[in-house]
């Protein structure tokens, strides 16, 4: 049963989006955004510390999870509370993909040499290297995450926005699908146990058939009692 509908209440437009998948792309963006700003706040505070100069890279990765959480939190509240339109989370997402693009490009065309590289102490000589390395790889796959999940939801958008404008097809939502199907089983619940019909009919009938007879024998025994005071 679609708990999501019933919760939402009927002031909430229902929704086009296949739950699961729609979901679950949205973790991924808000696990890859997270672990990626995490990494780069890290990175960056220390740079600033030791006063080198931040790489653009950093920055469009860093400013790119600032907003891709943002965009997140937004979209789950129309989604929750009014009603998120896939032309619009069309276009949220298609703009965060562009930057997820950049920032995975740069990342990649500066790690180039690292990333062929093992995190071992063999290579890197010191612990220090080796973490720094193993964070390097972090980033690189979740910025890869966060890529592949931000397009993936921009094409879970465009399938959407084409699947609830089709002309001549009306596609019932996820919610007034589960929702006509909670209708449905209350109104057999109601049938089966809710209502029994009165016994009214032949009830009834048994009832008015008794006074009838109860009444027709007093009017044959007065109409007796009538005669016979008529012959004396």
């Known amino acids: 049963m679609n708990t999501n509908a019933r919760r939402r209440g009927a002031k909430v437009a229902p929704s086009h989006y296949p739950r699961i998948a729609f979901h679950g792309l949205r973790f991924a963006q808000l696990?890859?955004?997270?672990?990626?700003?995490?990494?780069?706040?890290?990175f960056m505070y220390y740079l600033r510390a030791e006063r080198i100069p931040i790489p653009w890279t950093f920055i469009v990765l860093f400013s790119i999870s600032l907003a891709t959480v943002a965009v997140l939190?937004?979209?789950?509240?129309?989604?929750?509370?009014?009603?998120?339109?896939?032309?619009?989370?069309?276009?949220?997402?298609?703009?965060?993909?562009?930057?997820?693009?950049?920032?995975?490009?740069?990342?990649?065309?500066?790690?180039?040499?690292?990333?062929?590289?093992?995190?071992?102490?063999?290579?890197?000589?010191?612990?220090?290297?080796?973490?720094?390395?193993?964070?390097?790889k972090a980033l690189w796959t979740f910025t890869l995450v966060g890529t592949l999940s931000t397009l993936a939801a921009l094409s879970l958008d465009v399938w959407t926005h084409r699947k609830t404008t089709e002309r001549g097809v009306y596609v019932l939502p996820e919610d007034d699908k589960n929702a006509a199907m909670l209708k449905d089983m209350n109104g057999k619940n109601s049938k089966t146990k809710g209502y029994e019909p009165s016994r009214g009919g032949a009830f009834e009938e048994e009832i008015d058939i008794a006074y009838h007879n109860r009444y027709g024998d007093d009017a044959l025994e007065s109409v007796g009692y009538h005669d016979r005071m008529l012959q004396k």
């Open 31 to 42: 696990i890859s955004a997270t672990i990626v700003g995490g990494i780069m706040a890290y």
């Open 73 to 136: 939190i937004l979209t789950i509240i129309l989604y929750n509370f009014t009603y998120l339109s896939p032309k619009f989370n069309c276009l949220l997402n298609g703009t965060v993909s562009i930057f997820w693009m950049l920032g995975f490009a740069l990342l990649s065309w500066n790690l180039s040499n690292t990333l062929k590289k093992s995190c071992d102490l063999q290579t890197w000589r010191s612990g220090v290297a080796i973490s720094v390395c193993r964070e390097y």
